[in-house]
Structure formats: C-alpha cells, structure tokens
C-alpha cells in the first residue's frame, strides 16, 4: 500500500478552480488531456454540470489517476433495507409535527454505509428537484468499501465523533460543528475511531451555493474564505475494493481490484469541501423584532421560483439576543415550506426538553409550530437585558416540497408519539 500528499493543508474558498497534486508532474502543462501523461496517469473529467451550462454555472475537475475509474465489473443491486429515494410513495404526506428521539448507536459493526438510514425526502432525483433527508450511526471506518451518490451532491452534518471523509480529491478530517459537502459522483469513505453519528441531505436539485446577500451587503453570514478544500491525496492499493453507489434511488454495488481513492493531482472547480460553522457571521436586530430564520442561511440550492429554494441550510448557532420589548425565541409560525430539523449539541431555544442532540423534528408547509409551553412563559418573563446564547447548534433542512417520510421513520421507536403535547397547556388570551 502507497500513500502520498502534499504537506497537511487546506485550499480556501467555495467553487474555486483548484489546482493540486501529491506528486510531481501530476498535472500535466499546457493542456488538460495529454496524448502522453509524463507520469502515466489516466486523465478524467469529471462534470458536474451539462457541458454547455453557463459559466458562472459550470462545475468540472480533471483529475490525473493511477487506474481508469471504468475499470470494473457490472453493478448488481445492493440490499441495505434502510435507504430510500424521491419520488417517495410508500406513505402519503403527513401534515403531522414528529420529533424523534436520536437514533441509537448499533451494538453489532456498523459503517457508515451500513448505518445510513432515509428518514424521508420529496421531488425525484430522476427529475432533478427535491431532497432525501437521512441520517447514520456507525460504529467502524470502512474497509475495503468506498461510496458515492449519483442521485445528489451530499451535505453532511456530523453531530457526535471525530469523522474523516477520505474522497478522490483529498482526506477530509470533520468533528460535530463543521459540515461536509461531497459532489454528486465523488467517491469517499468514512474513518472513525469510535461510535459516529450525523445527518445527511442529499440534494438533486441545483447545487448549493452561498446565498446572495441583497441589502446585508458585501459581507456576513458564510465567508467564501472559510470553506476548506482538501489537497490531493491518493492511495495505491491493489485490493478487492466494494464501490457502493445511490443511483435511481437505489444502493447498488461493483468490485474494483484495485482502491478506486488513487487520483494523484487534479484541478477545477467540482470539489470536496468543509466548513466550520463556528465561523459564520451571524446578523441580528439591533432594535425591536428579529429578522426571518434565513438571515442564518449558509448555503442555498435555488429552485426555478426566484427566491423559493429548493432546498436552504440553515444553522442556528451561538449569538447575542439584544432586541428591546421583544418575544426572543422563535415565534409561533406557519410557513410555506417545510422545515427537517437536527440539533448537534446543546439545547434548541424553542425547545426546553425534548428535542436531543441527534434528534430530529419535522414541520410540513403550514402545519403551526413554536416555542413549548416551558419555553413560552420563560420568555413572557425574562429580564430583557442583553443575552448570549452559549454552547449550542440547531440546523434546518428547508425545502419548498412538503416532505414524505419513509415507513420506517413513522413507525421507529425513537419516534415522540407525544410530540403535539408540547403545545397543550397555553391559556386563553384575555380581552
């Protein structure tokens, strides 16, 4: 077994066009496909747009490796039981609020493939529109097995253990508070040391970008500078290796003879990346009210509807609450689209108890929702002098699509069958 990098670094910067490579004369000069690669390498392009998108919208990476990556056997399906795909049909909407409790850690070995579990999703990866919505718990790094997603570029949130993504364009080392997010057709496999858990967004839509900032201006909330690019690393590895693949919303799987993580230098603008939401600058009323939840969007993916996404990631971090005669947490609220929560760690501000790190909640278009009662009369009573809220991080999956959830999810066990009670004990307002 080989493996070569670079010195340990980052590239920053979100949909750069790159350049690396873990040895020299990885990339070729003048030209992206050489008659004659200096060292041997196979040269492949890798698109993750149409050839003829615009330019601001083009993705591509030519990456320069040791083996052709056509080189292997026919796919055969590949029966995981838990993962499941747009259009989702097994259960009709529900316009029911659900929690979920945190999915517990497996007793037996668990990778991350094997742990993988769809809670629910809407619009069709076929179509190009909508999102799945899974979450993992795994207790053992991958062996001999790589994975990747044909059906959607993947956003993954880890919420409990040090993780490391190791993918084709570099190794990406991600602990709870950062987000990981692989292109559509990168292969990857996940390390750990102990047990991990997380959530997943896979999007078929338009790929995320950073949103526009309109009146905010030139700066805040998610600096391009902070997302952090891998450079290259590759392994040569002459070993039966399992390729798993999510195509057409099913797992399927082929064996390389050979580790398929062996690109030695590639360059462009499709890439792996990771972002440490810690650094994002939150913005927030100075005066009275507070600003709708999108001001704390990191990332969006647009819909054909100008200003509707298909699907925005949204965080609810660290932060001063200073408004003046204002209710400070989360108002009650219906909303158009629908809203898939986590929580990483901490306690959620709407949320007094229930709603645990790796947890999870979902509240359809305009199906009402809020603080709970403990929540509510803390808030009508608190002092309104200046307040930080310290040691926590929520996130929302929002998408314009009511989300379908699986049978599985409707019927798990961690499943809060008691979740509406949170809303019974509000007395009648006085005239």
């Known amino acids: ?60 990476s030519w990456l320069y490796r040791l083996r052709p990556s056509a080189q292997h056997p026919a796919y055969r399906p590949f029966d995981q039981g838990h993962v499941r795909s747009g259009p989702f049909t097994e259960a009709p909407p529900s316009p029911n609020r659900m929690r979920w409790d945190p999915l517990p850690m497996p007793t037996a070995p668990t990778d991350w493939v094997e742990g993988l579990v769809t809670y ?74 102990g047990p991990i858990r997380g959530y997943v967004c896979e999007n078929y839509g338009a790929a995320f970008r950073l949103p526009d900032l309109g009146p905010i201006g030139s700066n805040g909330l998610a600096n391009p500078r902070d997302f952090q690019t891998p450079e290259a690393w590759f392994e040569d590895v002459d070993r039966p290796t399992e390729c798993v693949q999510k195509f057409g919303g099913r797992l399927w799987s082929t064996t390389f003879a050979h580790s398929p993580l062996d690109v030695v230098g590639w360059h462009g603008n499709y890439a792996p990346c990771k972002y440490d939401t810690a650094n994002f600058n939150t913005i927030g009323t100075v005066s009275f009210d507070h600003p709708d939840p999108s001001i704390f969007t990191v990332l969006t993916s647009p819909s054909d509807t100008p200003g509707t996404a298909n699907c925005d990631f949204v965080i609810f971090p660290p932060r001063w609450m200073v408004a003046e005669d204002t209710f400070r947490p989360p108002w009650f609220h ?90 019974t004990g509000f007395d009648k307002g006085s005239l």
């Open 120 to 193: 629910g999703g809407n619009g069709d990866p076929e179509a190009g529109t909508g999102t799945g919505i899974h979450l993992y718990a795994a207790n053992r790094s991958m062996t001999d097995r790589v994975f990747y997603c044909a059906d959607g570029e993947l956003l993954i949130v880890p919420q409990q253990g040090d993780q490391v993504f190791v993918t084709e364009m570099g190794r990406i080392d991600a602990r709870p508070g950062e987000i990981v997010l692989i292109p559509r057709g990168v292969r990857f496999r996940v390390e750990c040391g």
């Open 1 to 60: 077994m080989t493996t070569r990098a670079n010195a340990p670094g980052w590239m920053t910067g979100f949909g750069n066009h790159f350049a690396t490579e873990a040895a020299p004369g990885a990339l070729p000069d003048g030209r992206n496909s050489p008659q004659r690669h200096a060292l041997g390498l196979y040269a492949e392009q890798l698109s993750g747009t149409a050839f003829t998108a615009p330019r601001a919208e083009n993705r591509r």
């Open 334 to 423: 219906r909303n158009v689209m629908s809203e898939f929560m986590g929580l990483v760690f901490g306690e959620y501000d709407a949320k007094e108890g229930g709603f645990a790190p790796g947890g999870a909640s979902l509240h359809n278009c305009m199906s009402g929702h809020g603080p709970d009662q403990a929540s509510y009369d803390k808030a009508v009573k608190a002092d309104l002098k200046p307040v930080k809220i310290e040691n926590t991080l929520a996130f929302m999956f929002e998408t314009r699509m009511p989300i379908r959830t699986t049978t599985w999810a409707q019927s798990s066990p961690t499943m809060q069958l008691d979740y509406d009670d949170v809303w």
